[in-house]
């Protein structure tokens, strides 16, 4: 290929303009554009976008601190505790919301306040010692040191008493929500109500939670599909259980509003039954709490 004439002699036209230059006085712009160097123009920076990466958040040797979520006591309504019956060491607590599982350990405490040098104080407060709870009233002929025991008790959530029991009349398998039929509905469809407060059964070792009965003596629910979202919502395996399967003829037992009352059992019985007590304010909480 022949090579390209110096062009000393030629003349050009500018791209800007229209004026003649002389050739080799002619420069390319970053368009494209033959100009004359006269009528250069630089490219305007705010064309030239630089790239950017992301800003820098983690740090490269990172020394988070270690510590677990604080657990800490939950107040209960004035007079949270109610006995079941005389003779009975049975407990239903009032606990709105709670949100605990079957089998949950629980502690009760009273009043803040100081301890003795050899344990809880006893009501009324001592103010002495080091910082602590008072136990709660007693309720019932059962002392608050029963109840507010250190150690907690394991719960049942809802009141499983008086006993309210049927039979099932289908065998179940483990995530059936559809057609759970009753043999005996009676007992049960008399805790439910218009405004779909929670109920719970006990089969074998497994809740189930409800809202309603239905006209058919079944768990009120509408299909598998609105389970998300319909309010006679049908939840298997809930409290902390795991949902199993049942054979027809297994033992169905009520379990009475299990999202607002639990219940233990302590050593002293009581006198009356059905007596509310333990004054305000009283927590509900772990053994131990943390900072």
Not at 217 to 230: D, H, K
Not at 248 to 255: D, Q, R, S
């Amino acid at each position: 290929m022949g090579k390209y004439a110096s062009g000393k002699h030629a003349i050009a036209i500018s791209d800007r303009s229209g004026l003649r230059f002389p050739y080799r006085e002619m420069v390319k712009e970053w368009n494209g554009m033959w100009v004359h160097y006269t009528e250069y123009e630089p490219k305007q920076p705010q064309l030239e976008l630089a790239v950017i990466g992301a800003d820098g958040i983690g740090l490269e040797h990172p020394r988070p601190e270690q510590r677990a979520t604080p657990t800490v006591p939950v107040m209960l309504p004035e007079n949270p505790f109610e006995t079941y019956t005389a003779g009975s060491g049975l407990i239903f607590v009032h606990s709105p919301s709670h949100r605990r599982n079957e089998a949950d350990t629980v502690r009760f405490r009273g009043v803040p306040d100081q301890s003795t040098s050899t344990g809880n104080s006893q009501f009324p407060p001592t103010n002495n010692g080091a910082p602590g709870f008072s136990n709660c009233r007693d309720v019932d002929g059962i002392p608050g040191s029963s109840i507010c025991a250190a150690s907690g008790y394991a719960i049942d959530v809802g009141k499983g008493m008086p006993l309210r029991q049927t039979t099932l009349v289908d065998a179940l398998d483990d995530s059936q929500t559809t057609g759970i039929k009753l043999t005996n509905a009676t007992a049960f469809s008399a805790v439910t109500t218009n405004d779909f407060l929670r109920q719970a059964i006990m089969i074998d070792n497994e809740l189930i939670r409800y809202t309603t009965i239905a006209a058919d003596n079944s768990l009120g629910q509408v299909s598998p599909e609105a389970t998300a979202i319909n309010p006679n919502v049908v939840t298997r395996g809930a409290y902390g259980t795991t949902a199993a399967t049942h054979n027809a003829g297994a033992t169905v037992t009520l379990i009475e509003d299990p999202d607002n009352y639990f219940q233990f059992t302590q050593a002293t019985n009581a006198s009356v039954g059905g007596i509310q007590g333990g004054g305000f304010p009283v927590s509900a909480g772990p053994v131990t709490i943390t900072p």
